[in-house]
């Protein structure tokens, strides 16, 4: 079954406005949203840096049925993996079912500012694997290899010596972990999740989206449903070679939107985005959100920009495109607006193109 969701970004409006969104989001008949993680914005000018986790309670107290999911949180420097693991798990046992998880290599704006080096991207995608086997552990979920488990036979229980690979460890409910950049001492979630927390992870490359297949529920992308195909091969056959199920993972995408009958205003509200066109803005050591704005203007073209978003005047032209993304192999697409007056374009959109989706995804039953 298909989902179109809503997205909420952190470091574009305030805390309360967003609140005001999904709440009007839901009202509309959205279920689902995916939301920024953030310290520094993208762009200077009129960003912001809410704390999202503060937010995904408050979001959820405020709604509800909506289910909520991080898109991405970066389990690199700032965030310990334990601590991801323990804030969520306690978001879950607030709201059952309506909480989940996405998983990132981050950015450097979000980790350099509090004094953290901004290492290349191998190093980054080995410490989010040990964060996500950590976090896994902890929930105890089961993405572990059983040939690598031995068996105490004095004990009668299963225990490893972990290595920071697939393993588990500890004893009884406690878990340990040995790795290259993290570790566990005899730890334990005392406030464990009430559900299974699903677990997402963003990925580019080759090797991240492995991991992601590999260890995950499913894979955020920043592909095009025209270039889709060779991402969901690597990422299928991945999840296969683990002995997963390609076909139960989610693949997900929040396509950038901005609507307005005036289509200069809808140009013009794009701009707070520039500066994630930037190539290879993800491994840039570039935190302060003033420079990468300056970059931006200088480097990305308005044409680029354009390019990058898809700009209507008529809501239902929004349609095709999003149909797009489904055919080419997503199974959730994020409506990521960046529209002159996002309640607007909230109230037309769950009028003029949500209803049609939810027809048809529940047609397909």
């Known amino acids: 079954m298909t989902l179109l969701g809503y997205w909420a970004s952190q470091e574009q409006y305030s805390m309360q406005n967003l609140l005001e969104f999904v709440v009007e989001a839901e009202k509309g008949g959205f279920t689902s949203v995916l939301?920024?993680?953030?310290?520094?914005?993208?762009?200077?000018?009129?960003?912001?840096?809410?704390?999202?986790?503060?937010?995904?309670?408050?979001?959820?107290?405020?709604?509800?049925?909506?289910?909520?999911?991080?898109?991405?949180?970066?389990?690199?420097?700032?965030?310990?993996?334990?601590?991801?693991?323990?804030?969520?798990?306690?978001?879950?046992?607030?709201?059952?079912?309506?909480?989940?998880?996405?998983?990132?290599?981050?950015?450097?704006m979000n980790e350099v500012p509090l004094g953290f080096d901004w290492p290349d991207a191998g190093i980054r995608l080995e410490r989010t694997k040990e964060s996500i086997q950590i976090i896994n552990k902890l929930w105890k979920k089961k993405y572990q290899s059983q040939a690598l488990i031995i068996t105490d036979t004095e004990r009668g229980n299963e225990k490893c010596q972990n290595k920071g690979d697939d393993e588990d460890g500890g004893t009884d409910n406690n878990v340990n972990f040995d790795?290259?950049?993290?570790?566990?001492?005899?730890a334990r979630l005392y406030t464990p999740p009430s559900t299974d927390i699903p677990l997402y992870m963003a990925a580019s490359g080759p090797d991240a989206i492995q991991v992601a297949a590999k260890y995950t529920n499913g894979l955020i992308s920043t592909s095009k449903p025209d270039n889709a195909k060779e991402t969901f091969d690597i990422f299928d056959k991945a999840a296969a070679e683990k002995g997963k199920d390609p076909t139960i993972l989610e693949k997900i995408a929040k396509p950038k939107i901005s609507y307005s009958e005036d289509y200069n205003e809808a140009v013009r509200s794009c701009e707070f985005w520039r500066a994630s066109l930037i190539e290879n803005i993800f491994d840039l050591d570039i935190?302060?959100?003033?420079?990468?704005?300056?970059?931006?203007?200088?480097?990305?073209?308005?044409?680029?920009?354009?390019?990058?978003?898809?700009?209507?005047?008529?809501?239902?032209?929004?349609?095709?495109p999003i149909e797009g993304y489904f055919k080419s192999g997503f199974t959730q697409v994020f409506t990521h607006s960046t529209s002159p007056n996002e309640k607007e374009f909230i109230q037309k959109f769950t009028k003029g193109v949500l209803p049609y989706f939810i027809d048809k995804s529940n047609n397909k039953r």
């Open 35 to 108: 939301t920024s993680d953030h310290f520094h914005p993208w762009w200077h000018d009129n960003g912001f840096g809410n704390f999202t986790w503060v937010w995904l309670a408050a979001a959820a107290e405020r709604t509800k049925k909506m289910k909520f999911t991080t898109g991405v949180t970066a389990a690199v420097y700032r965030y310990n993996p334990g601590i991801i693991a323990q804030a969520f798990a306690s978001l879950d046992v607030l709201y059952p079912g309506r909480i989940g998880l996405g998983i990132g290599t981050g950015e450097a």
């Open 179 to 186: 790795g290259k950049y993290f570790r566990l001492k005899n």
């Open 287 to 320: 935190s302060d959100p003033i420079k990468l704005q300056e970059k931006a203007k200088q480097e990305i073209s308005d044409d680029k920009l354009k390019q990058s978003t898809l700009i209507v005047t008529k809501i239902d032209d929004l349609i095709k």
